[in-house]
């Protein structure tokens, strides 16, 4: 596993109001990228609001690489549909890993930071980052572009490899 500096564990939990692109509904499913892996979720048939709670798994090799998300309508005799799409910037969770806190000894729940949507990120609220069981994760809500609706919400966790550095 030259060059990886941790597994990326990106769970894609639901897509809310998605864009309607076959007659009345859609099939959606939706595709992770990170430098050159590409990973998908299942499709869910007829849900414009599907439930996925999927764990999809990537190898980071670059602590400033932003995750591409994009969401497509299966179609059987055609291309796929754009359902939109969406970047994940990974920075500020990373710089909350480098913190190098005992996550044994932080209280469930903790803040260890805030992001806030801006015209630079998908943002539709806040986002914190928190430590859980022991562990740093950031749940999020991402408005899709380049399509006229359609959110999703996931949440990712960094499961650094021992001895690799996160330098970002």
Not at 47 to 58: F, I, R
Not at 69 to 91: C, H, L, P, Q, T
Not at 110 to 128: C, F, G, I, M, Q
């Amino acid at each position: 596993m030259e060059g990886v500096i941790g597994l990326l564990k990106l769970r894609v939990k639901k897509g809310i109001n998605l864009a309607v692109r076959d007659t009345k509904t859609s099939d959606p499913y939706l595709v992770a990228t990170l430098d050159s892996q590409k990973i998908k979720t299942k499709v869910i048939k007829a849900n414009c609001n599907p439930v996925w709670n999927e764990e999809l798994t990537l190898t980071m090799k670059d602590a400033k690489a932003s995750i591409h998300i994009a969401v497509y309508d299966k179609d059987r005799f055609s291309n796929d549909d754009s359902m939109g799409v969406a970047e994940v910037d990974v920075k500020p969770y990373i710089e909350c890993l480098r913190m190098k806190l005992d996550l044994n000894k932080v209280p469930n729940g903790t803040k260890l930071d805030r992001v806030h949507p801006s015209k630079h990120n998908y943002l539709v609220e806040e986002s914190a980052i928190v430590c859980e069981n022991g562990k740093v994760v950031q749940d999020m809500i991402l408005r899709l572009r380049n399509v006229e609706c359609g959110e999703v919400l996931i949440q990712i966790e960094l499961v650094p490899l021992p001895g690799r550095k996160l330098n970002i």
